[in-house]
């Protein structure tokens, strides 16, 4: 996460400055059409979505504490990772943690038996292959070497957890190369392993529902990076709109308020309606967008400027601005569903407050409530 928080700072940076191609110049003015009847399917639901850590925490109570607090704030989903590489660690079909010689599902089947106990429905995220599903030099974010491998570890977890899981995120951010094995980003070979899960994951459970990888928002196009709005071009010419059932969108507002427009040059909360207009050129119109990364961050004074990733917004900015966002996305997107809050809490072990990622957090370490999470929960027990 560190070395994501990095290479994301450089590209938020470069975002704002670097040119657009001349489609999205293009595209950019046009109004997205939000007359879409009937209703989208997956999006009649509770918005209210977060991203939890829970595998990282390793006491029963935090983790039960944890649900709790969200389901009291009238939250309805969680996202949470669910990493190959901590399931079928040492070698193909062994689900034994090596180090304390337990079952690795173990830490899994007790995340979805807590989700079900507090009644919130779970968003699972599959990515970072094992060591022995990858080349010598890969990173842990490198796409795995056979994707048979990667196709039967989808197979296994969608078959352990039918009727309990059904929403699946295949990777995440693939047009970062940090988030692609240090790989110059390739739109063809993500839709490759995006086919590959999609094909065992139905296999499995033909119910389940497949998210695309969510892209990182920048204007960057270099090695390090592409422009997730050419991303998403380029994965639509492969053909795999076929291969999802929700389109997986990050959305951070940045320093500009969620009302903020769409322009090809800016990062804010409406960008994602530029991926909904390409989405609509292509015929995609009757598949939702859920969110997989939403918020605003609420970094201190005393954090200089040159470290500050997601820019910075005070306090009460940073709660009502969440509010108003998902209130945004409602009444003027019939094609939104989920929005997940970028995050609900996380330990200090994990991200300090010496990071400007910390200010994202709902709860603190210690469940000590922050204003978005009274503000989040106030609108998400109105009745």
Same mark, same amino acid.
């Given at each position: ?141 490198? /796409? &795995?070497? !056979? ?7 989808? $197979?296994?977890? %969608?078959?352990?957890? +039918? ?93 500009? /308020? &969620?009302? !903020? ?7 804010? $909360?409406?960008? %994602?309606?530029?991926? +909904? ?93 922050? /204003? ?12």
């Amino acid at each position: 996460m560190l070395a994501r928080r990095i290479k994301r700072r450089d590209l938020l940076g470069a975002g704002i400055a670097v040119a657009t191609s001349p489609f999205l110049i293009h595209c950019a003015p046009q109004a997205v059409n939000t007359s879409v009847s009937p209703p989208i399917q997956h999006t009649e639901l509770n918005p209210w979505g977060v991203n939890t850590f829970l595998h990282q925490d390793a006491e029963l109570w935090r983790k039960q504490k944890t649900l709790e607090m969200a389901a009291q704030a009238g939250i309805g989903w969680i996202k949470q990772h669910f990493p190959w590489s901590d399931i079928e660690q040492s070698a193909k079909g062994n689900f034994t943690d090596p180090f304390w010689r337990t079952d690795a599902w173990d830490k899994y089947d007790q995340i979805v038996d807590l989700a079900q106990d507090h009644n919130l429905k779970l968003i699972a995220r599959i990515d970072r292959p094992p060591k022995w599903a990858q080349t010598e030099v890969s990173t842990p974010t490198s /796409p &795995p070497t !056979d994707l048979a491998d990667f196709a039967d570890f989808i $197979f296994k977890v %969608v078959s352990r957890y +039918r009727g309990r899981v059904r929403h699946y995120q295949i990777w995440n951010e693939p047009n970062l190369s940090h988030e692609w094995g240090g790989q110059r980003p390739d739109p063809e070979s993500y839709a490759r392993l995006l086919s590959a899960a999609h094909k065992a994951a139905k296999q499995a459970d033909p119910e389940v529902l497949i998210l695309n990888a969510p892209l990182a928002a920048t204007n960057e196009n270099s090695f390090r990076a592409m422009n997730e709005l050419d991303f998403l071009e380029r994965l639509y010419a492969s053909g795999a709109a076929d291969f999802f059932d929700i389109h997986s969108a990050n959305a951070f507002g940045l320093q500009h /308020p &969620p009302e !903020d427009p769409p322009r090809p040059d800016v990062l804010n $909360f409406r960008r %994602v309606e530029l991926s +909904r207009a390409i989405m609509e050129e292509n015929g995609d119109v009757n598949k939702p967008i859920w969110f997989n990364e939403y918020g605003w961050n609420a970094s201190p004074k005393s954090l200089p400027e040159h470290v500050l990733t997601w820019s910075r917004v005070s306090e009460s900015d940073q709660a009502e601005w969440t509010v108003r966002g998902i209130e945004y996305a409602r009444n003027n997107w019939p094609w939104a569903g989920v929005i997940c809050i970028w995050f609900f809490r996380r330990q200090y072990n994990d991200v300090g407050p010496e990071n400007p990622e910390y200010y994202f957090r709902m709860v603190d370490p210690d469940f000590t409530p922050r /204003p978005i999470y009274k503000a989040v929960q106030k609108a998400a027990t109105r009745t």
